[in-house]
């Protein structure tokens, strides 16, 4: 989960002024008609934020849209955009959307991150398009008045007691639902799956266009699915890059608990790493043989439990729970072994300081972290037992050590009193036939099991590709040349494996 960016964005148009200026356009590459809006946005030079720097051309702009779709005229809210023009307007074949992960990525961010190689790999054949959901970035913000203690990762993450109490967690949990209940706003009781997937129709719409290609990442492939199910024939073709599970009983509470599954997969590619002599020049070979590298980090674990070591952050420990939360967020990236190899090895020097990975160095935002909670709980109703929970983090820690029963652990949801307003979306295989998966089969977020089950759902109406690289996130990203090549196949020409195929790494 990235943060989310927070560039202020300074134009707004209404939805209903957007509406009145759509004219015809010129006809797409490929000769199907096109709309386009001729001037549908204020579109202004973007500013840097999240430390990505603005590719050359990269435009920024705001809409309108409901705060309930329920209640159309009423009030509204600022949902932030982000385009990068195809620069080869003679092979443009329409709009491609990118939608982030999270719940709480910046679609403007992600763009930034990711546009001129997408615009690469695309041959210039999209305008390219992104978007911060509501409650992200520059878009309309809300927030529940958490306090700064609650807003770690390592307590927005129900990190258990080191005997694997859960007590704590669960006062922690009650507060921060108590807050949001009390203290929150109408906007962040807008966050749901189906309202970022109204608001991605209302930005169709605005663009003047009549479809979309949409490139979907982790929770933004489950946006993405959504979109199709609701939207079938606003979807040209659909890519779905680390997949969660889609059962609309569970969704957000079933991908946390997938999570455990999902490290226990990835864990042996940094073992692997961490016992490799090549390590061995840098200091960052953690043990001479693979098997001895989990251990040893469980090992350090306990000891942070009991004595926390100083870091380069006054006041701020290496902490048990914080080397394992440091430990899933490498996971998602092979680029990130050497930086946790690093923590690792200045946690077991008596003389060394820990440098702290960013995500844990400081507590967040309050309206990062109130998104944070409302982008799960919303969706779906989580079970409210604590005492269940505390069955189901038992078995996790024996199961899965690694994530020391986290994934199964209580959160605010179990006290969400607001609830889910609709009902899930299920993914069916009903509808048109354009959909392309691309799926580690080592996956620490979105585990391989996982996909596997939107790709039941999907049916005929999808092909999957699996990439031997683990990570999270594949296309232009963790994933290898072989599986780029199938998805900017799909994306440029349409074409996809006659049936499901594999990509070694």
Request: charged letters at 25%; hydrophobic letters at 40%; a neutral charge.
């Amino acid at each position: 989960m990235t943060q989310p960016t927070r560039t202020a964005l300074l134009f707004t148009l209404c939805a209903t002024a957007v509406a009145a200026t759509l004219t015809p356009g010129l006809a797409a590459a490929d000769g199907r008609p096109a709309v386009r809006a001729e001037p549908a946005f204020a579109w202004h030079a973007c500013e840097p934020s999240g430390g990505a720097p603005v590719p050359a051309g990269q435009e920024c702009a705001s809409l309108r849209v409901p705060l309930d779709y329920r209640d159309p005229g009423g009030p509204a809210v600022e949902v932030a955009v982000a385009r990068l023009r195809t620069d080869r307007p003679a092979a443009r074949r329409g709009t491609l959307l990118v939608i982030p992960g999270g719940p709480g990525s910046s679609g403007v961010q992600r763009l930034a991150q990711k546009g001129e190689a997408l615009r690469a790999a695309t041959g210039g054949g999209y305008d390219l398009v992104s978007l911060d959901p509501r409650g992200v970035g520059g878009s309309t913000r809300g927030r529940c008045g958490l306090p700064a203690g609650d807003r770690w990762l390592t307590t927005l993450r129900s990190w258990p007691d080191a005997d694997g109490g859960i007590a704590e967690n669960t006062e922690r949990a009650r507060r921060t639902a108590a807050s949001c209940e009390s203290g929150g706003d109408a906007l962040l009781r807008s966050v749901s799956t189906l309202n970022e997937a109204r608001d991605i129709d209302r930005l169709r719409g605005a663009l003047g266009e009549r479809e979309l290609t949409v490139w979907g990442t982790s929770y933004g492939a489950y946006v993405g699915a959504v979109y199709a199910q609701k939207f079938p024939q606003r979807v040209d073709r659909l890519v779905l890059d680390s997949t969660g599970d889609p059962d609309p009983a569970r969704v957000a509470h079933g991908w946390l608990e997938n999570m455990a599954a999902g490290a226990a997969d990835r864990f042996p590619d940094f073992a692997a790493w961490a016992a490799d002599p090549a390590r061995e020049e840098a200091g960052l070979r953690l043990a001479d043989r693979a098997e001895d590298v989990e251990p040893l980090l469980l090992a350090l674990a306990r000891r942070l439990d009991g004595s926390p070591r100083a870091s380069d952050v006054a006041g701020v420990p290496l902490t048990g729970n914080g080397l394992r939360q440091a430990l899933q967020n490498a996971l998602y990236s092979d680029a990130a072994f050497p930086a946790l190899a690093r923590l690792v090895r200045a946690a077991q020097d008596p003389l060394g300081r820990p440098v702290l990975p960013p995500e844990l160095a400081r507590a967040l935002p309050d309206e990062d972290a109130s998104l944070m909670v409302a982008g799960i709980c919303n969706d779906v109703r989580w079970p409210s037992s604590a005492a269940g929970y505390a069955r189901r983090v038992a078995a996790d820690r024996e199961r899965y050590p690694l994530t020391a029963g986290m994934p199964a652990n209580i959160t605010p949801c179990a006290f969400w009193k607001s609830g889910p307003s609709e009902k899930p979306v299920r993914i069916t295989g009903e509808g048109p036939s354009e959909v392309l998966m691309i799926q580690s089969l080592r996956d620490p977020a979105t585990p391989y099991a996982g996909a596997l089950r939107m790709r039941e759902a999907l049916g005929d109406r999808a092909r999957m590709v699996t990439v031997g690289q683990g990570g999270h996130g594949m296309y232009l990203g963790n994933g290898n040349a072989c599986g780029d090549r199938a998805v900017s196949a799909f994306l440029v020409d349409g074409v996809r494996p006659a049936r499901d195929a594999h990509c070694p790494n």
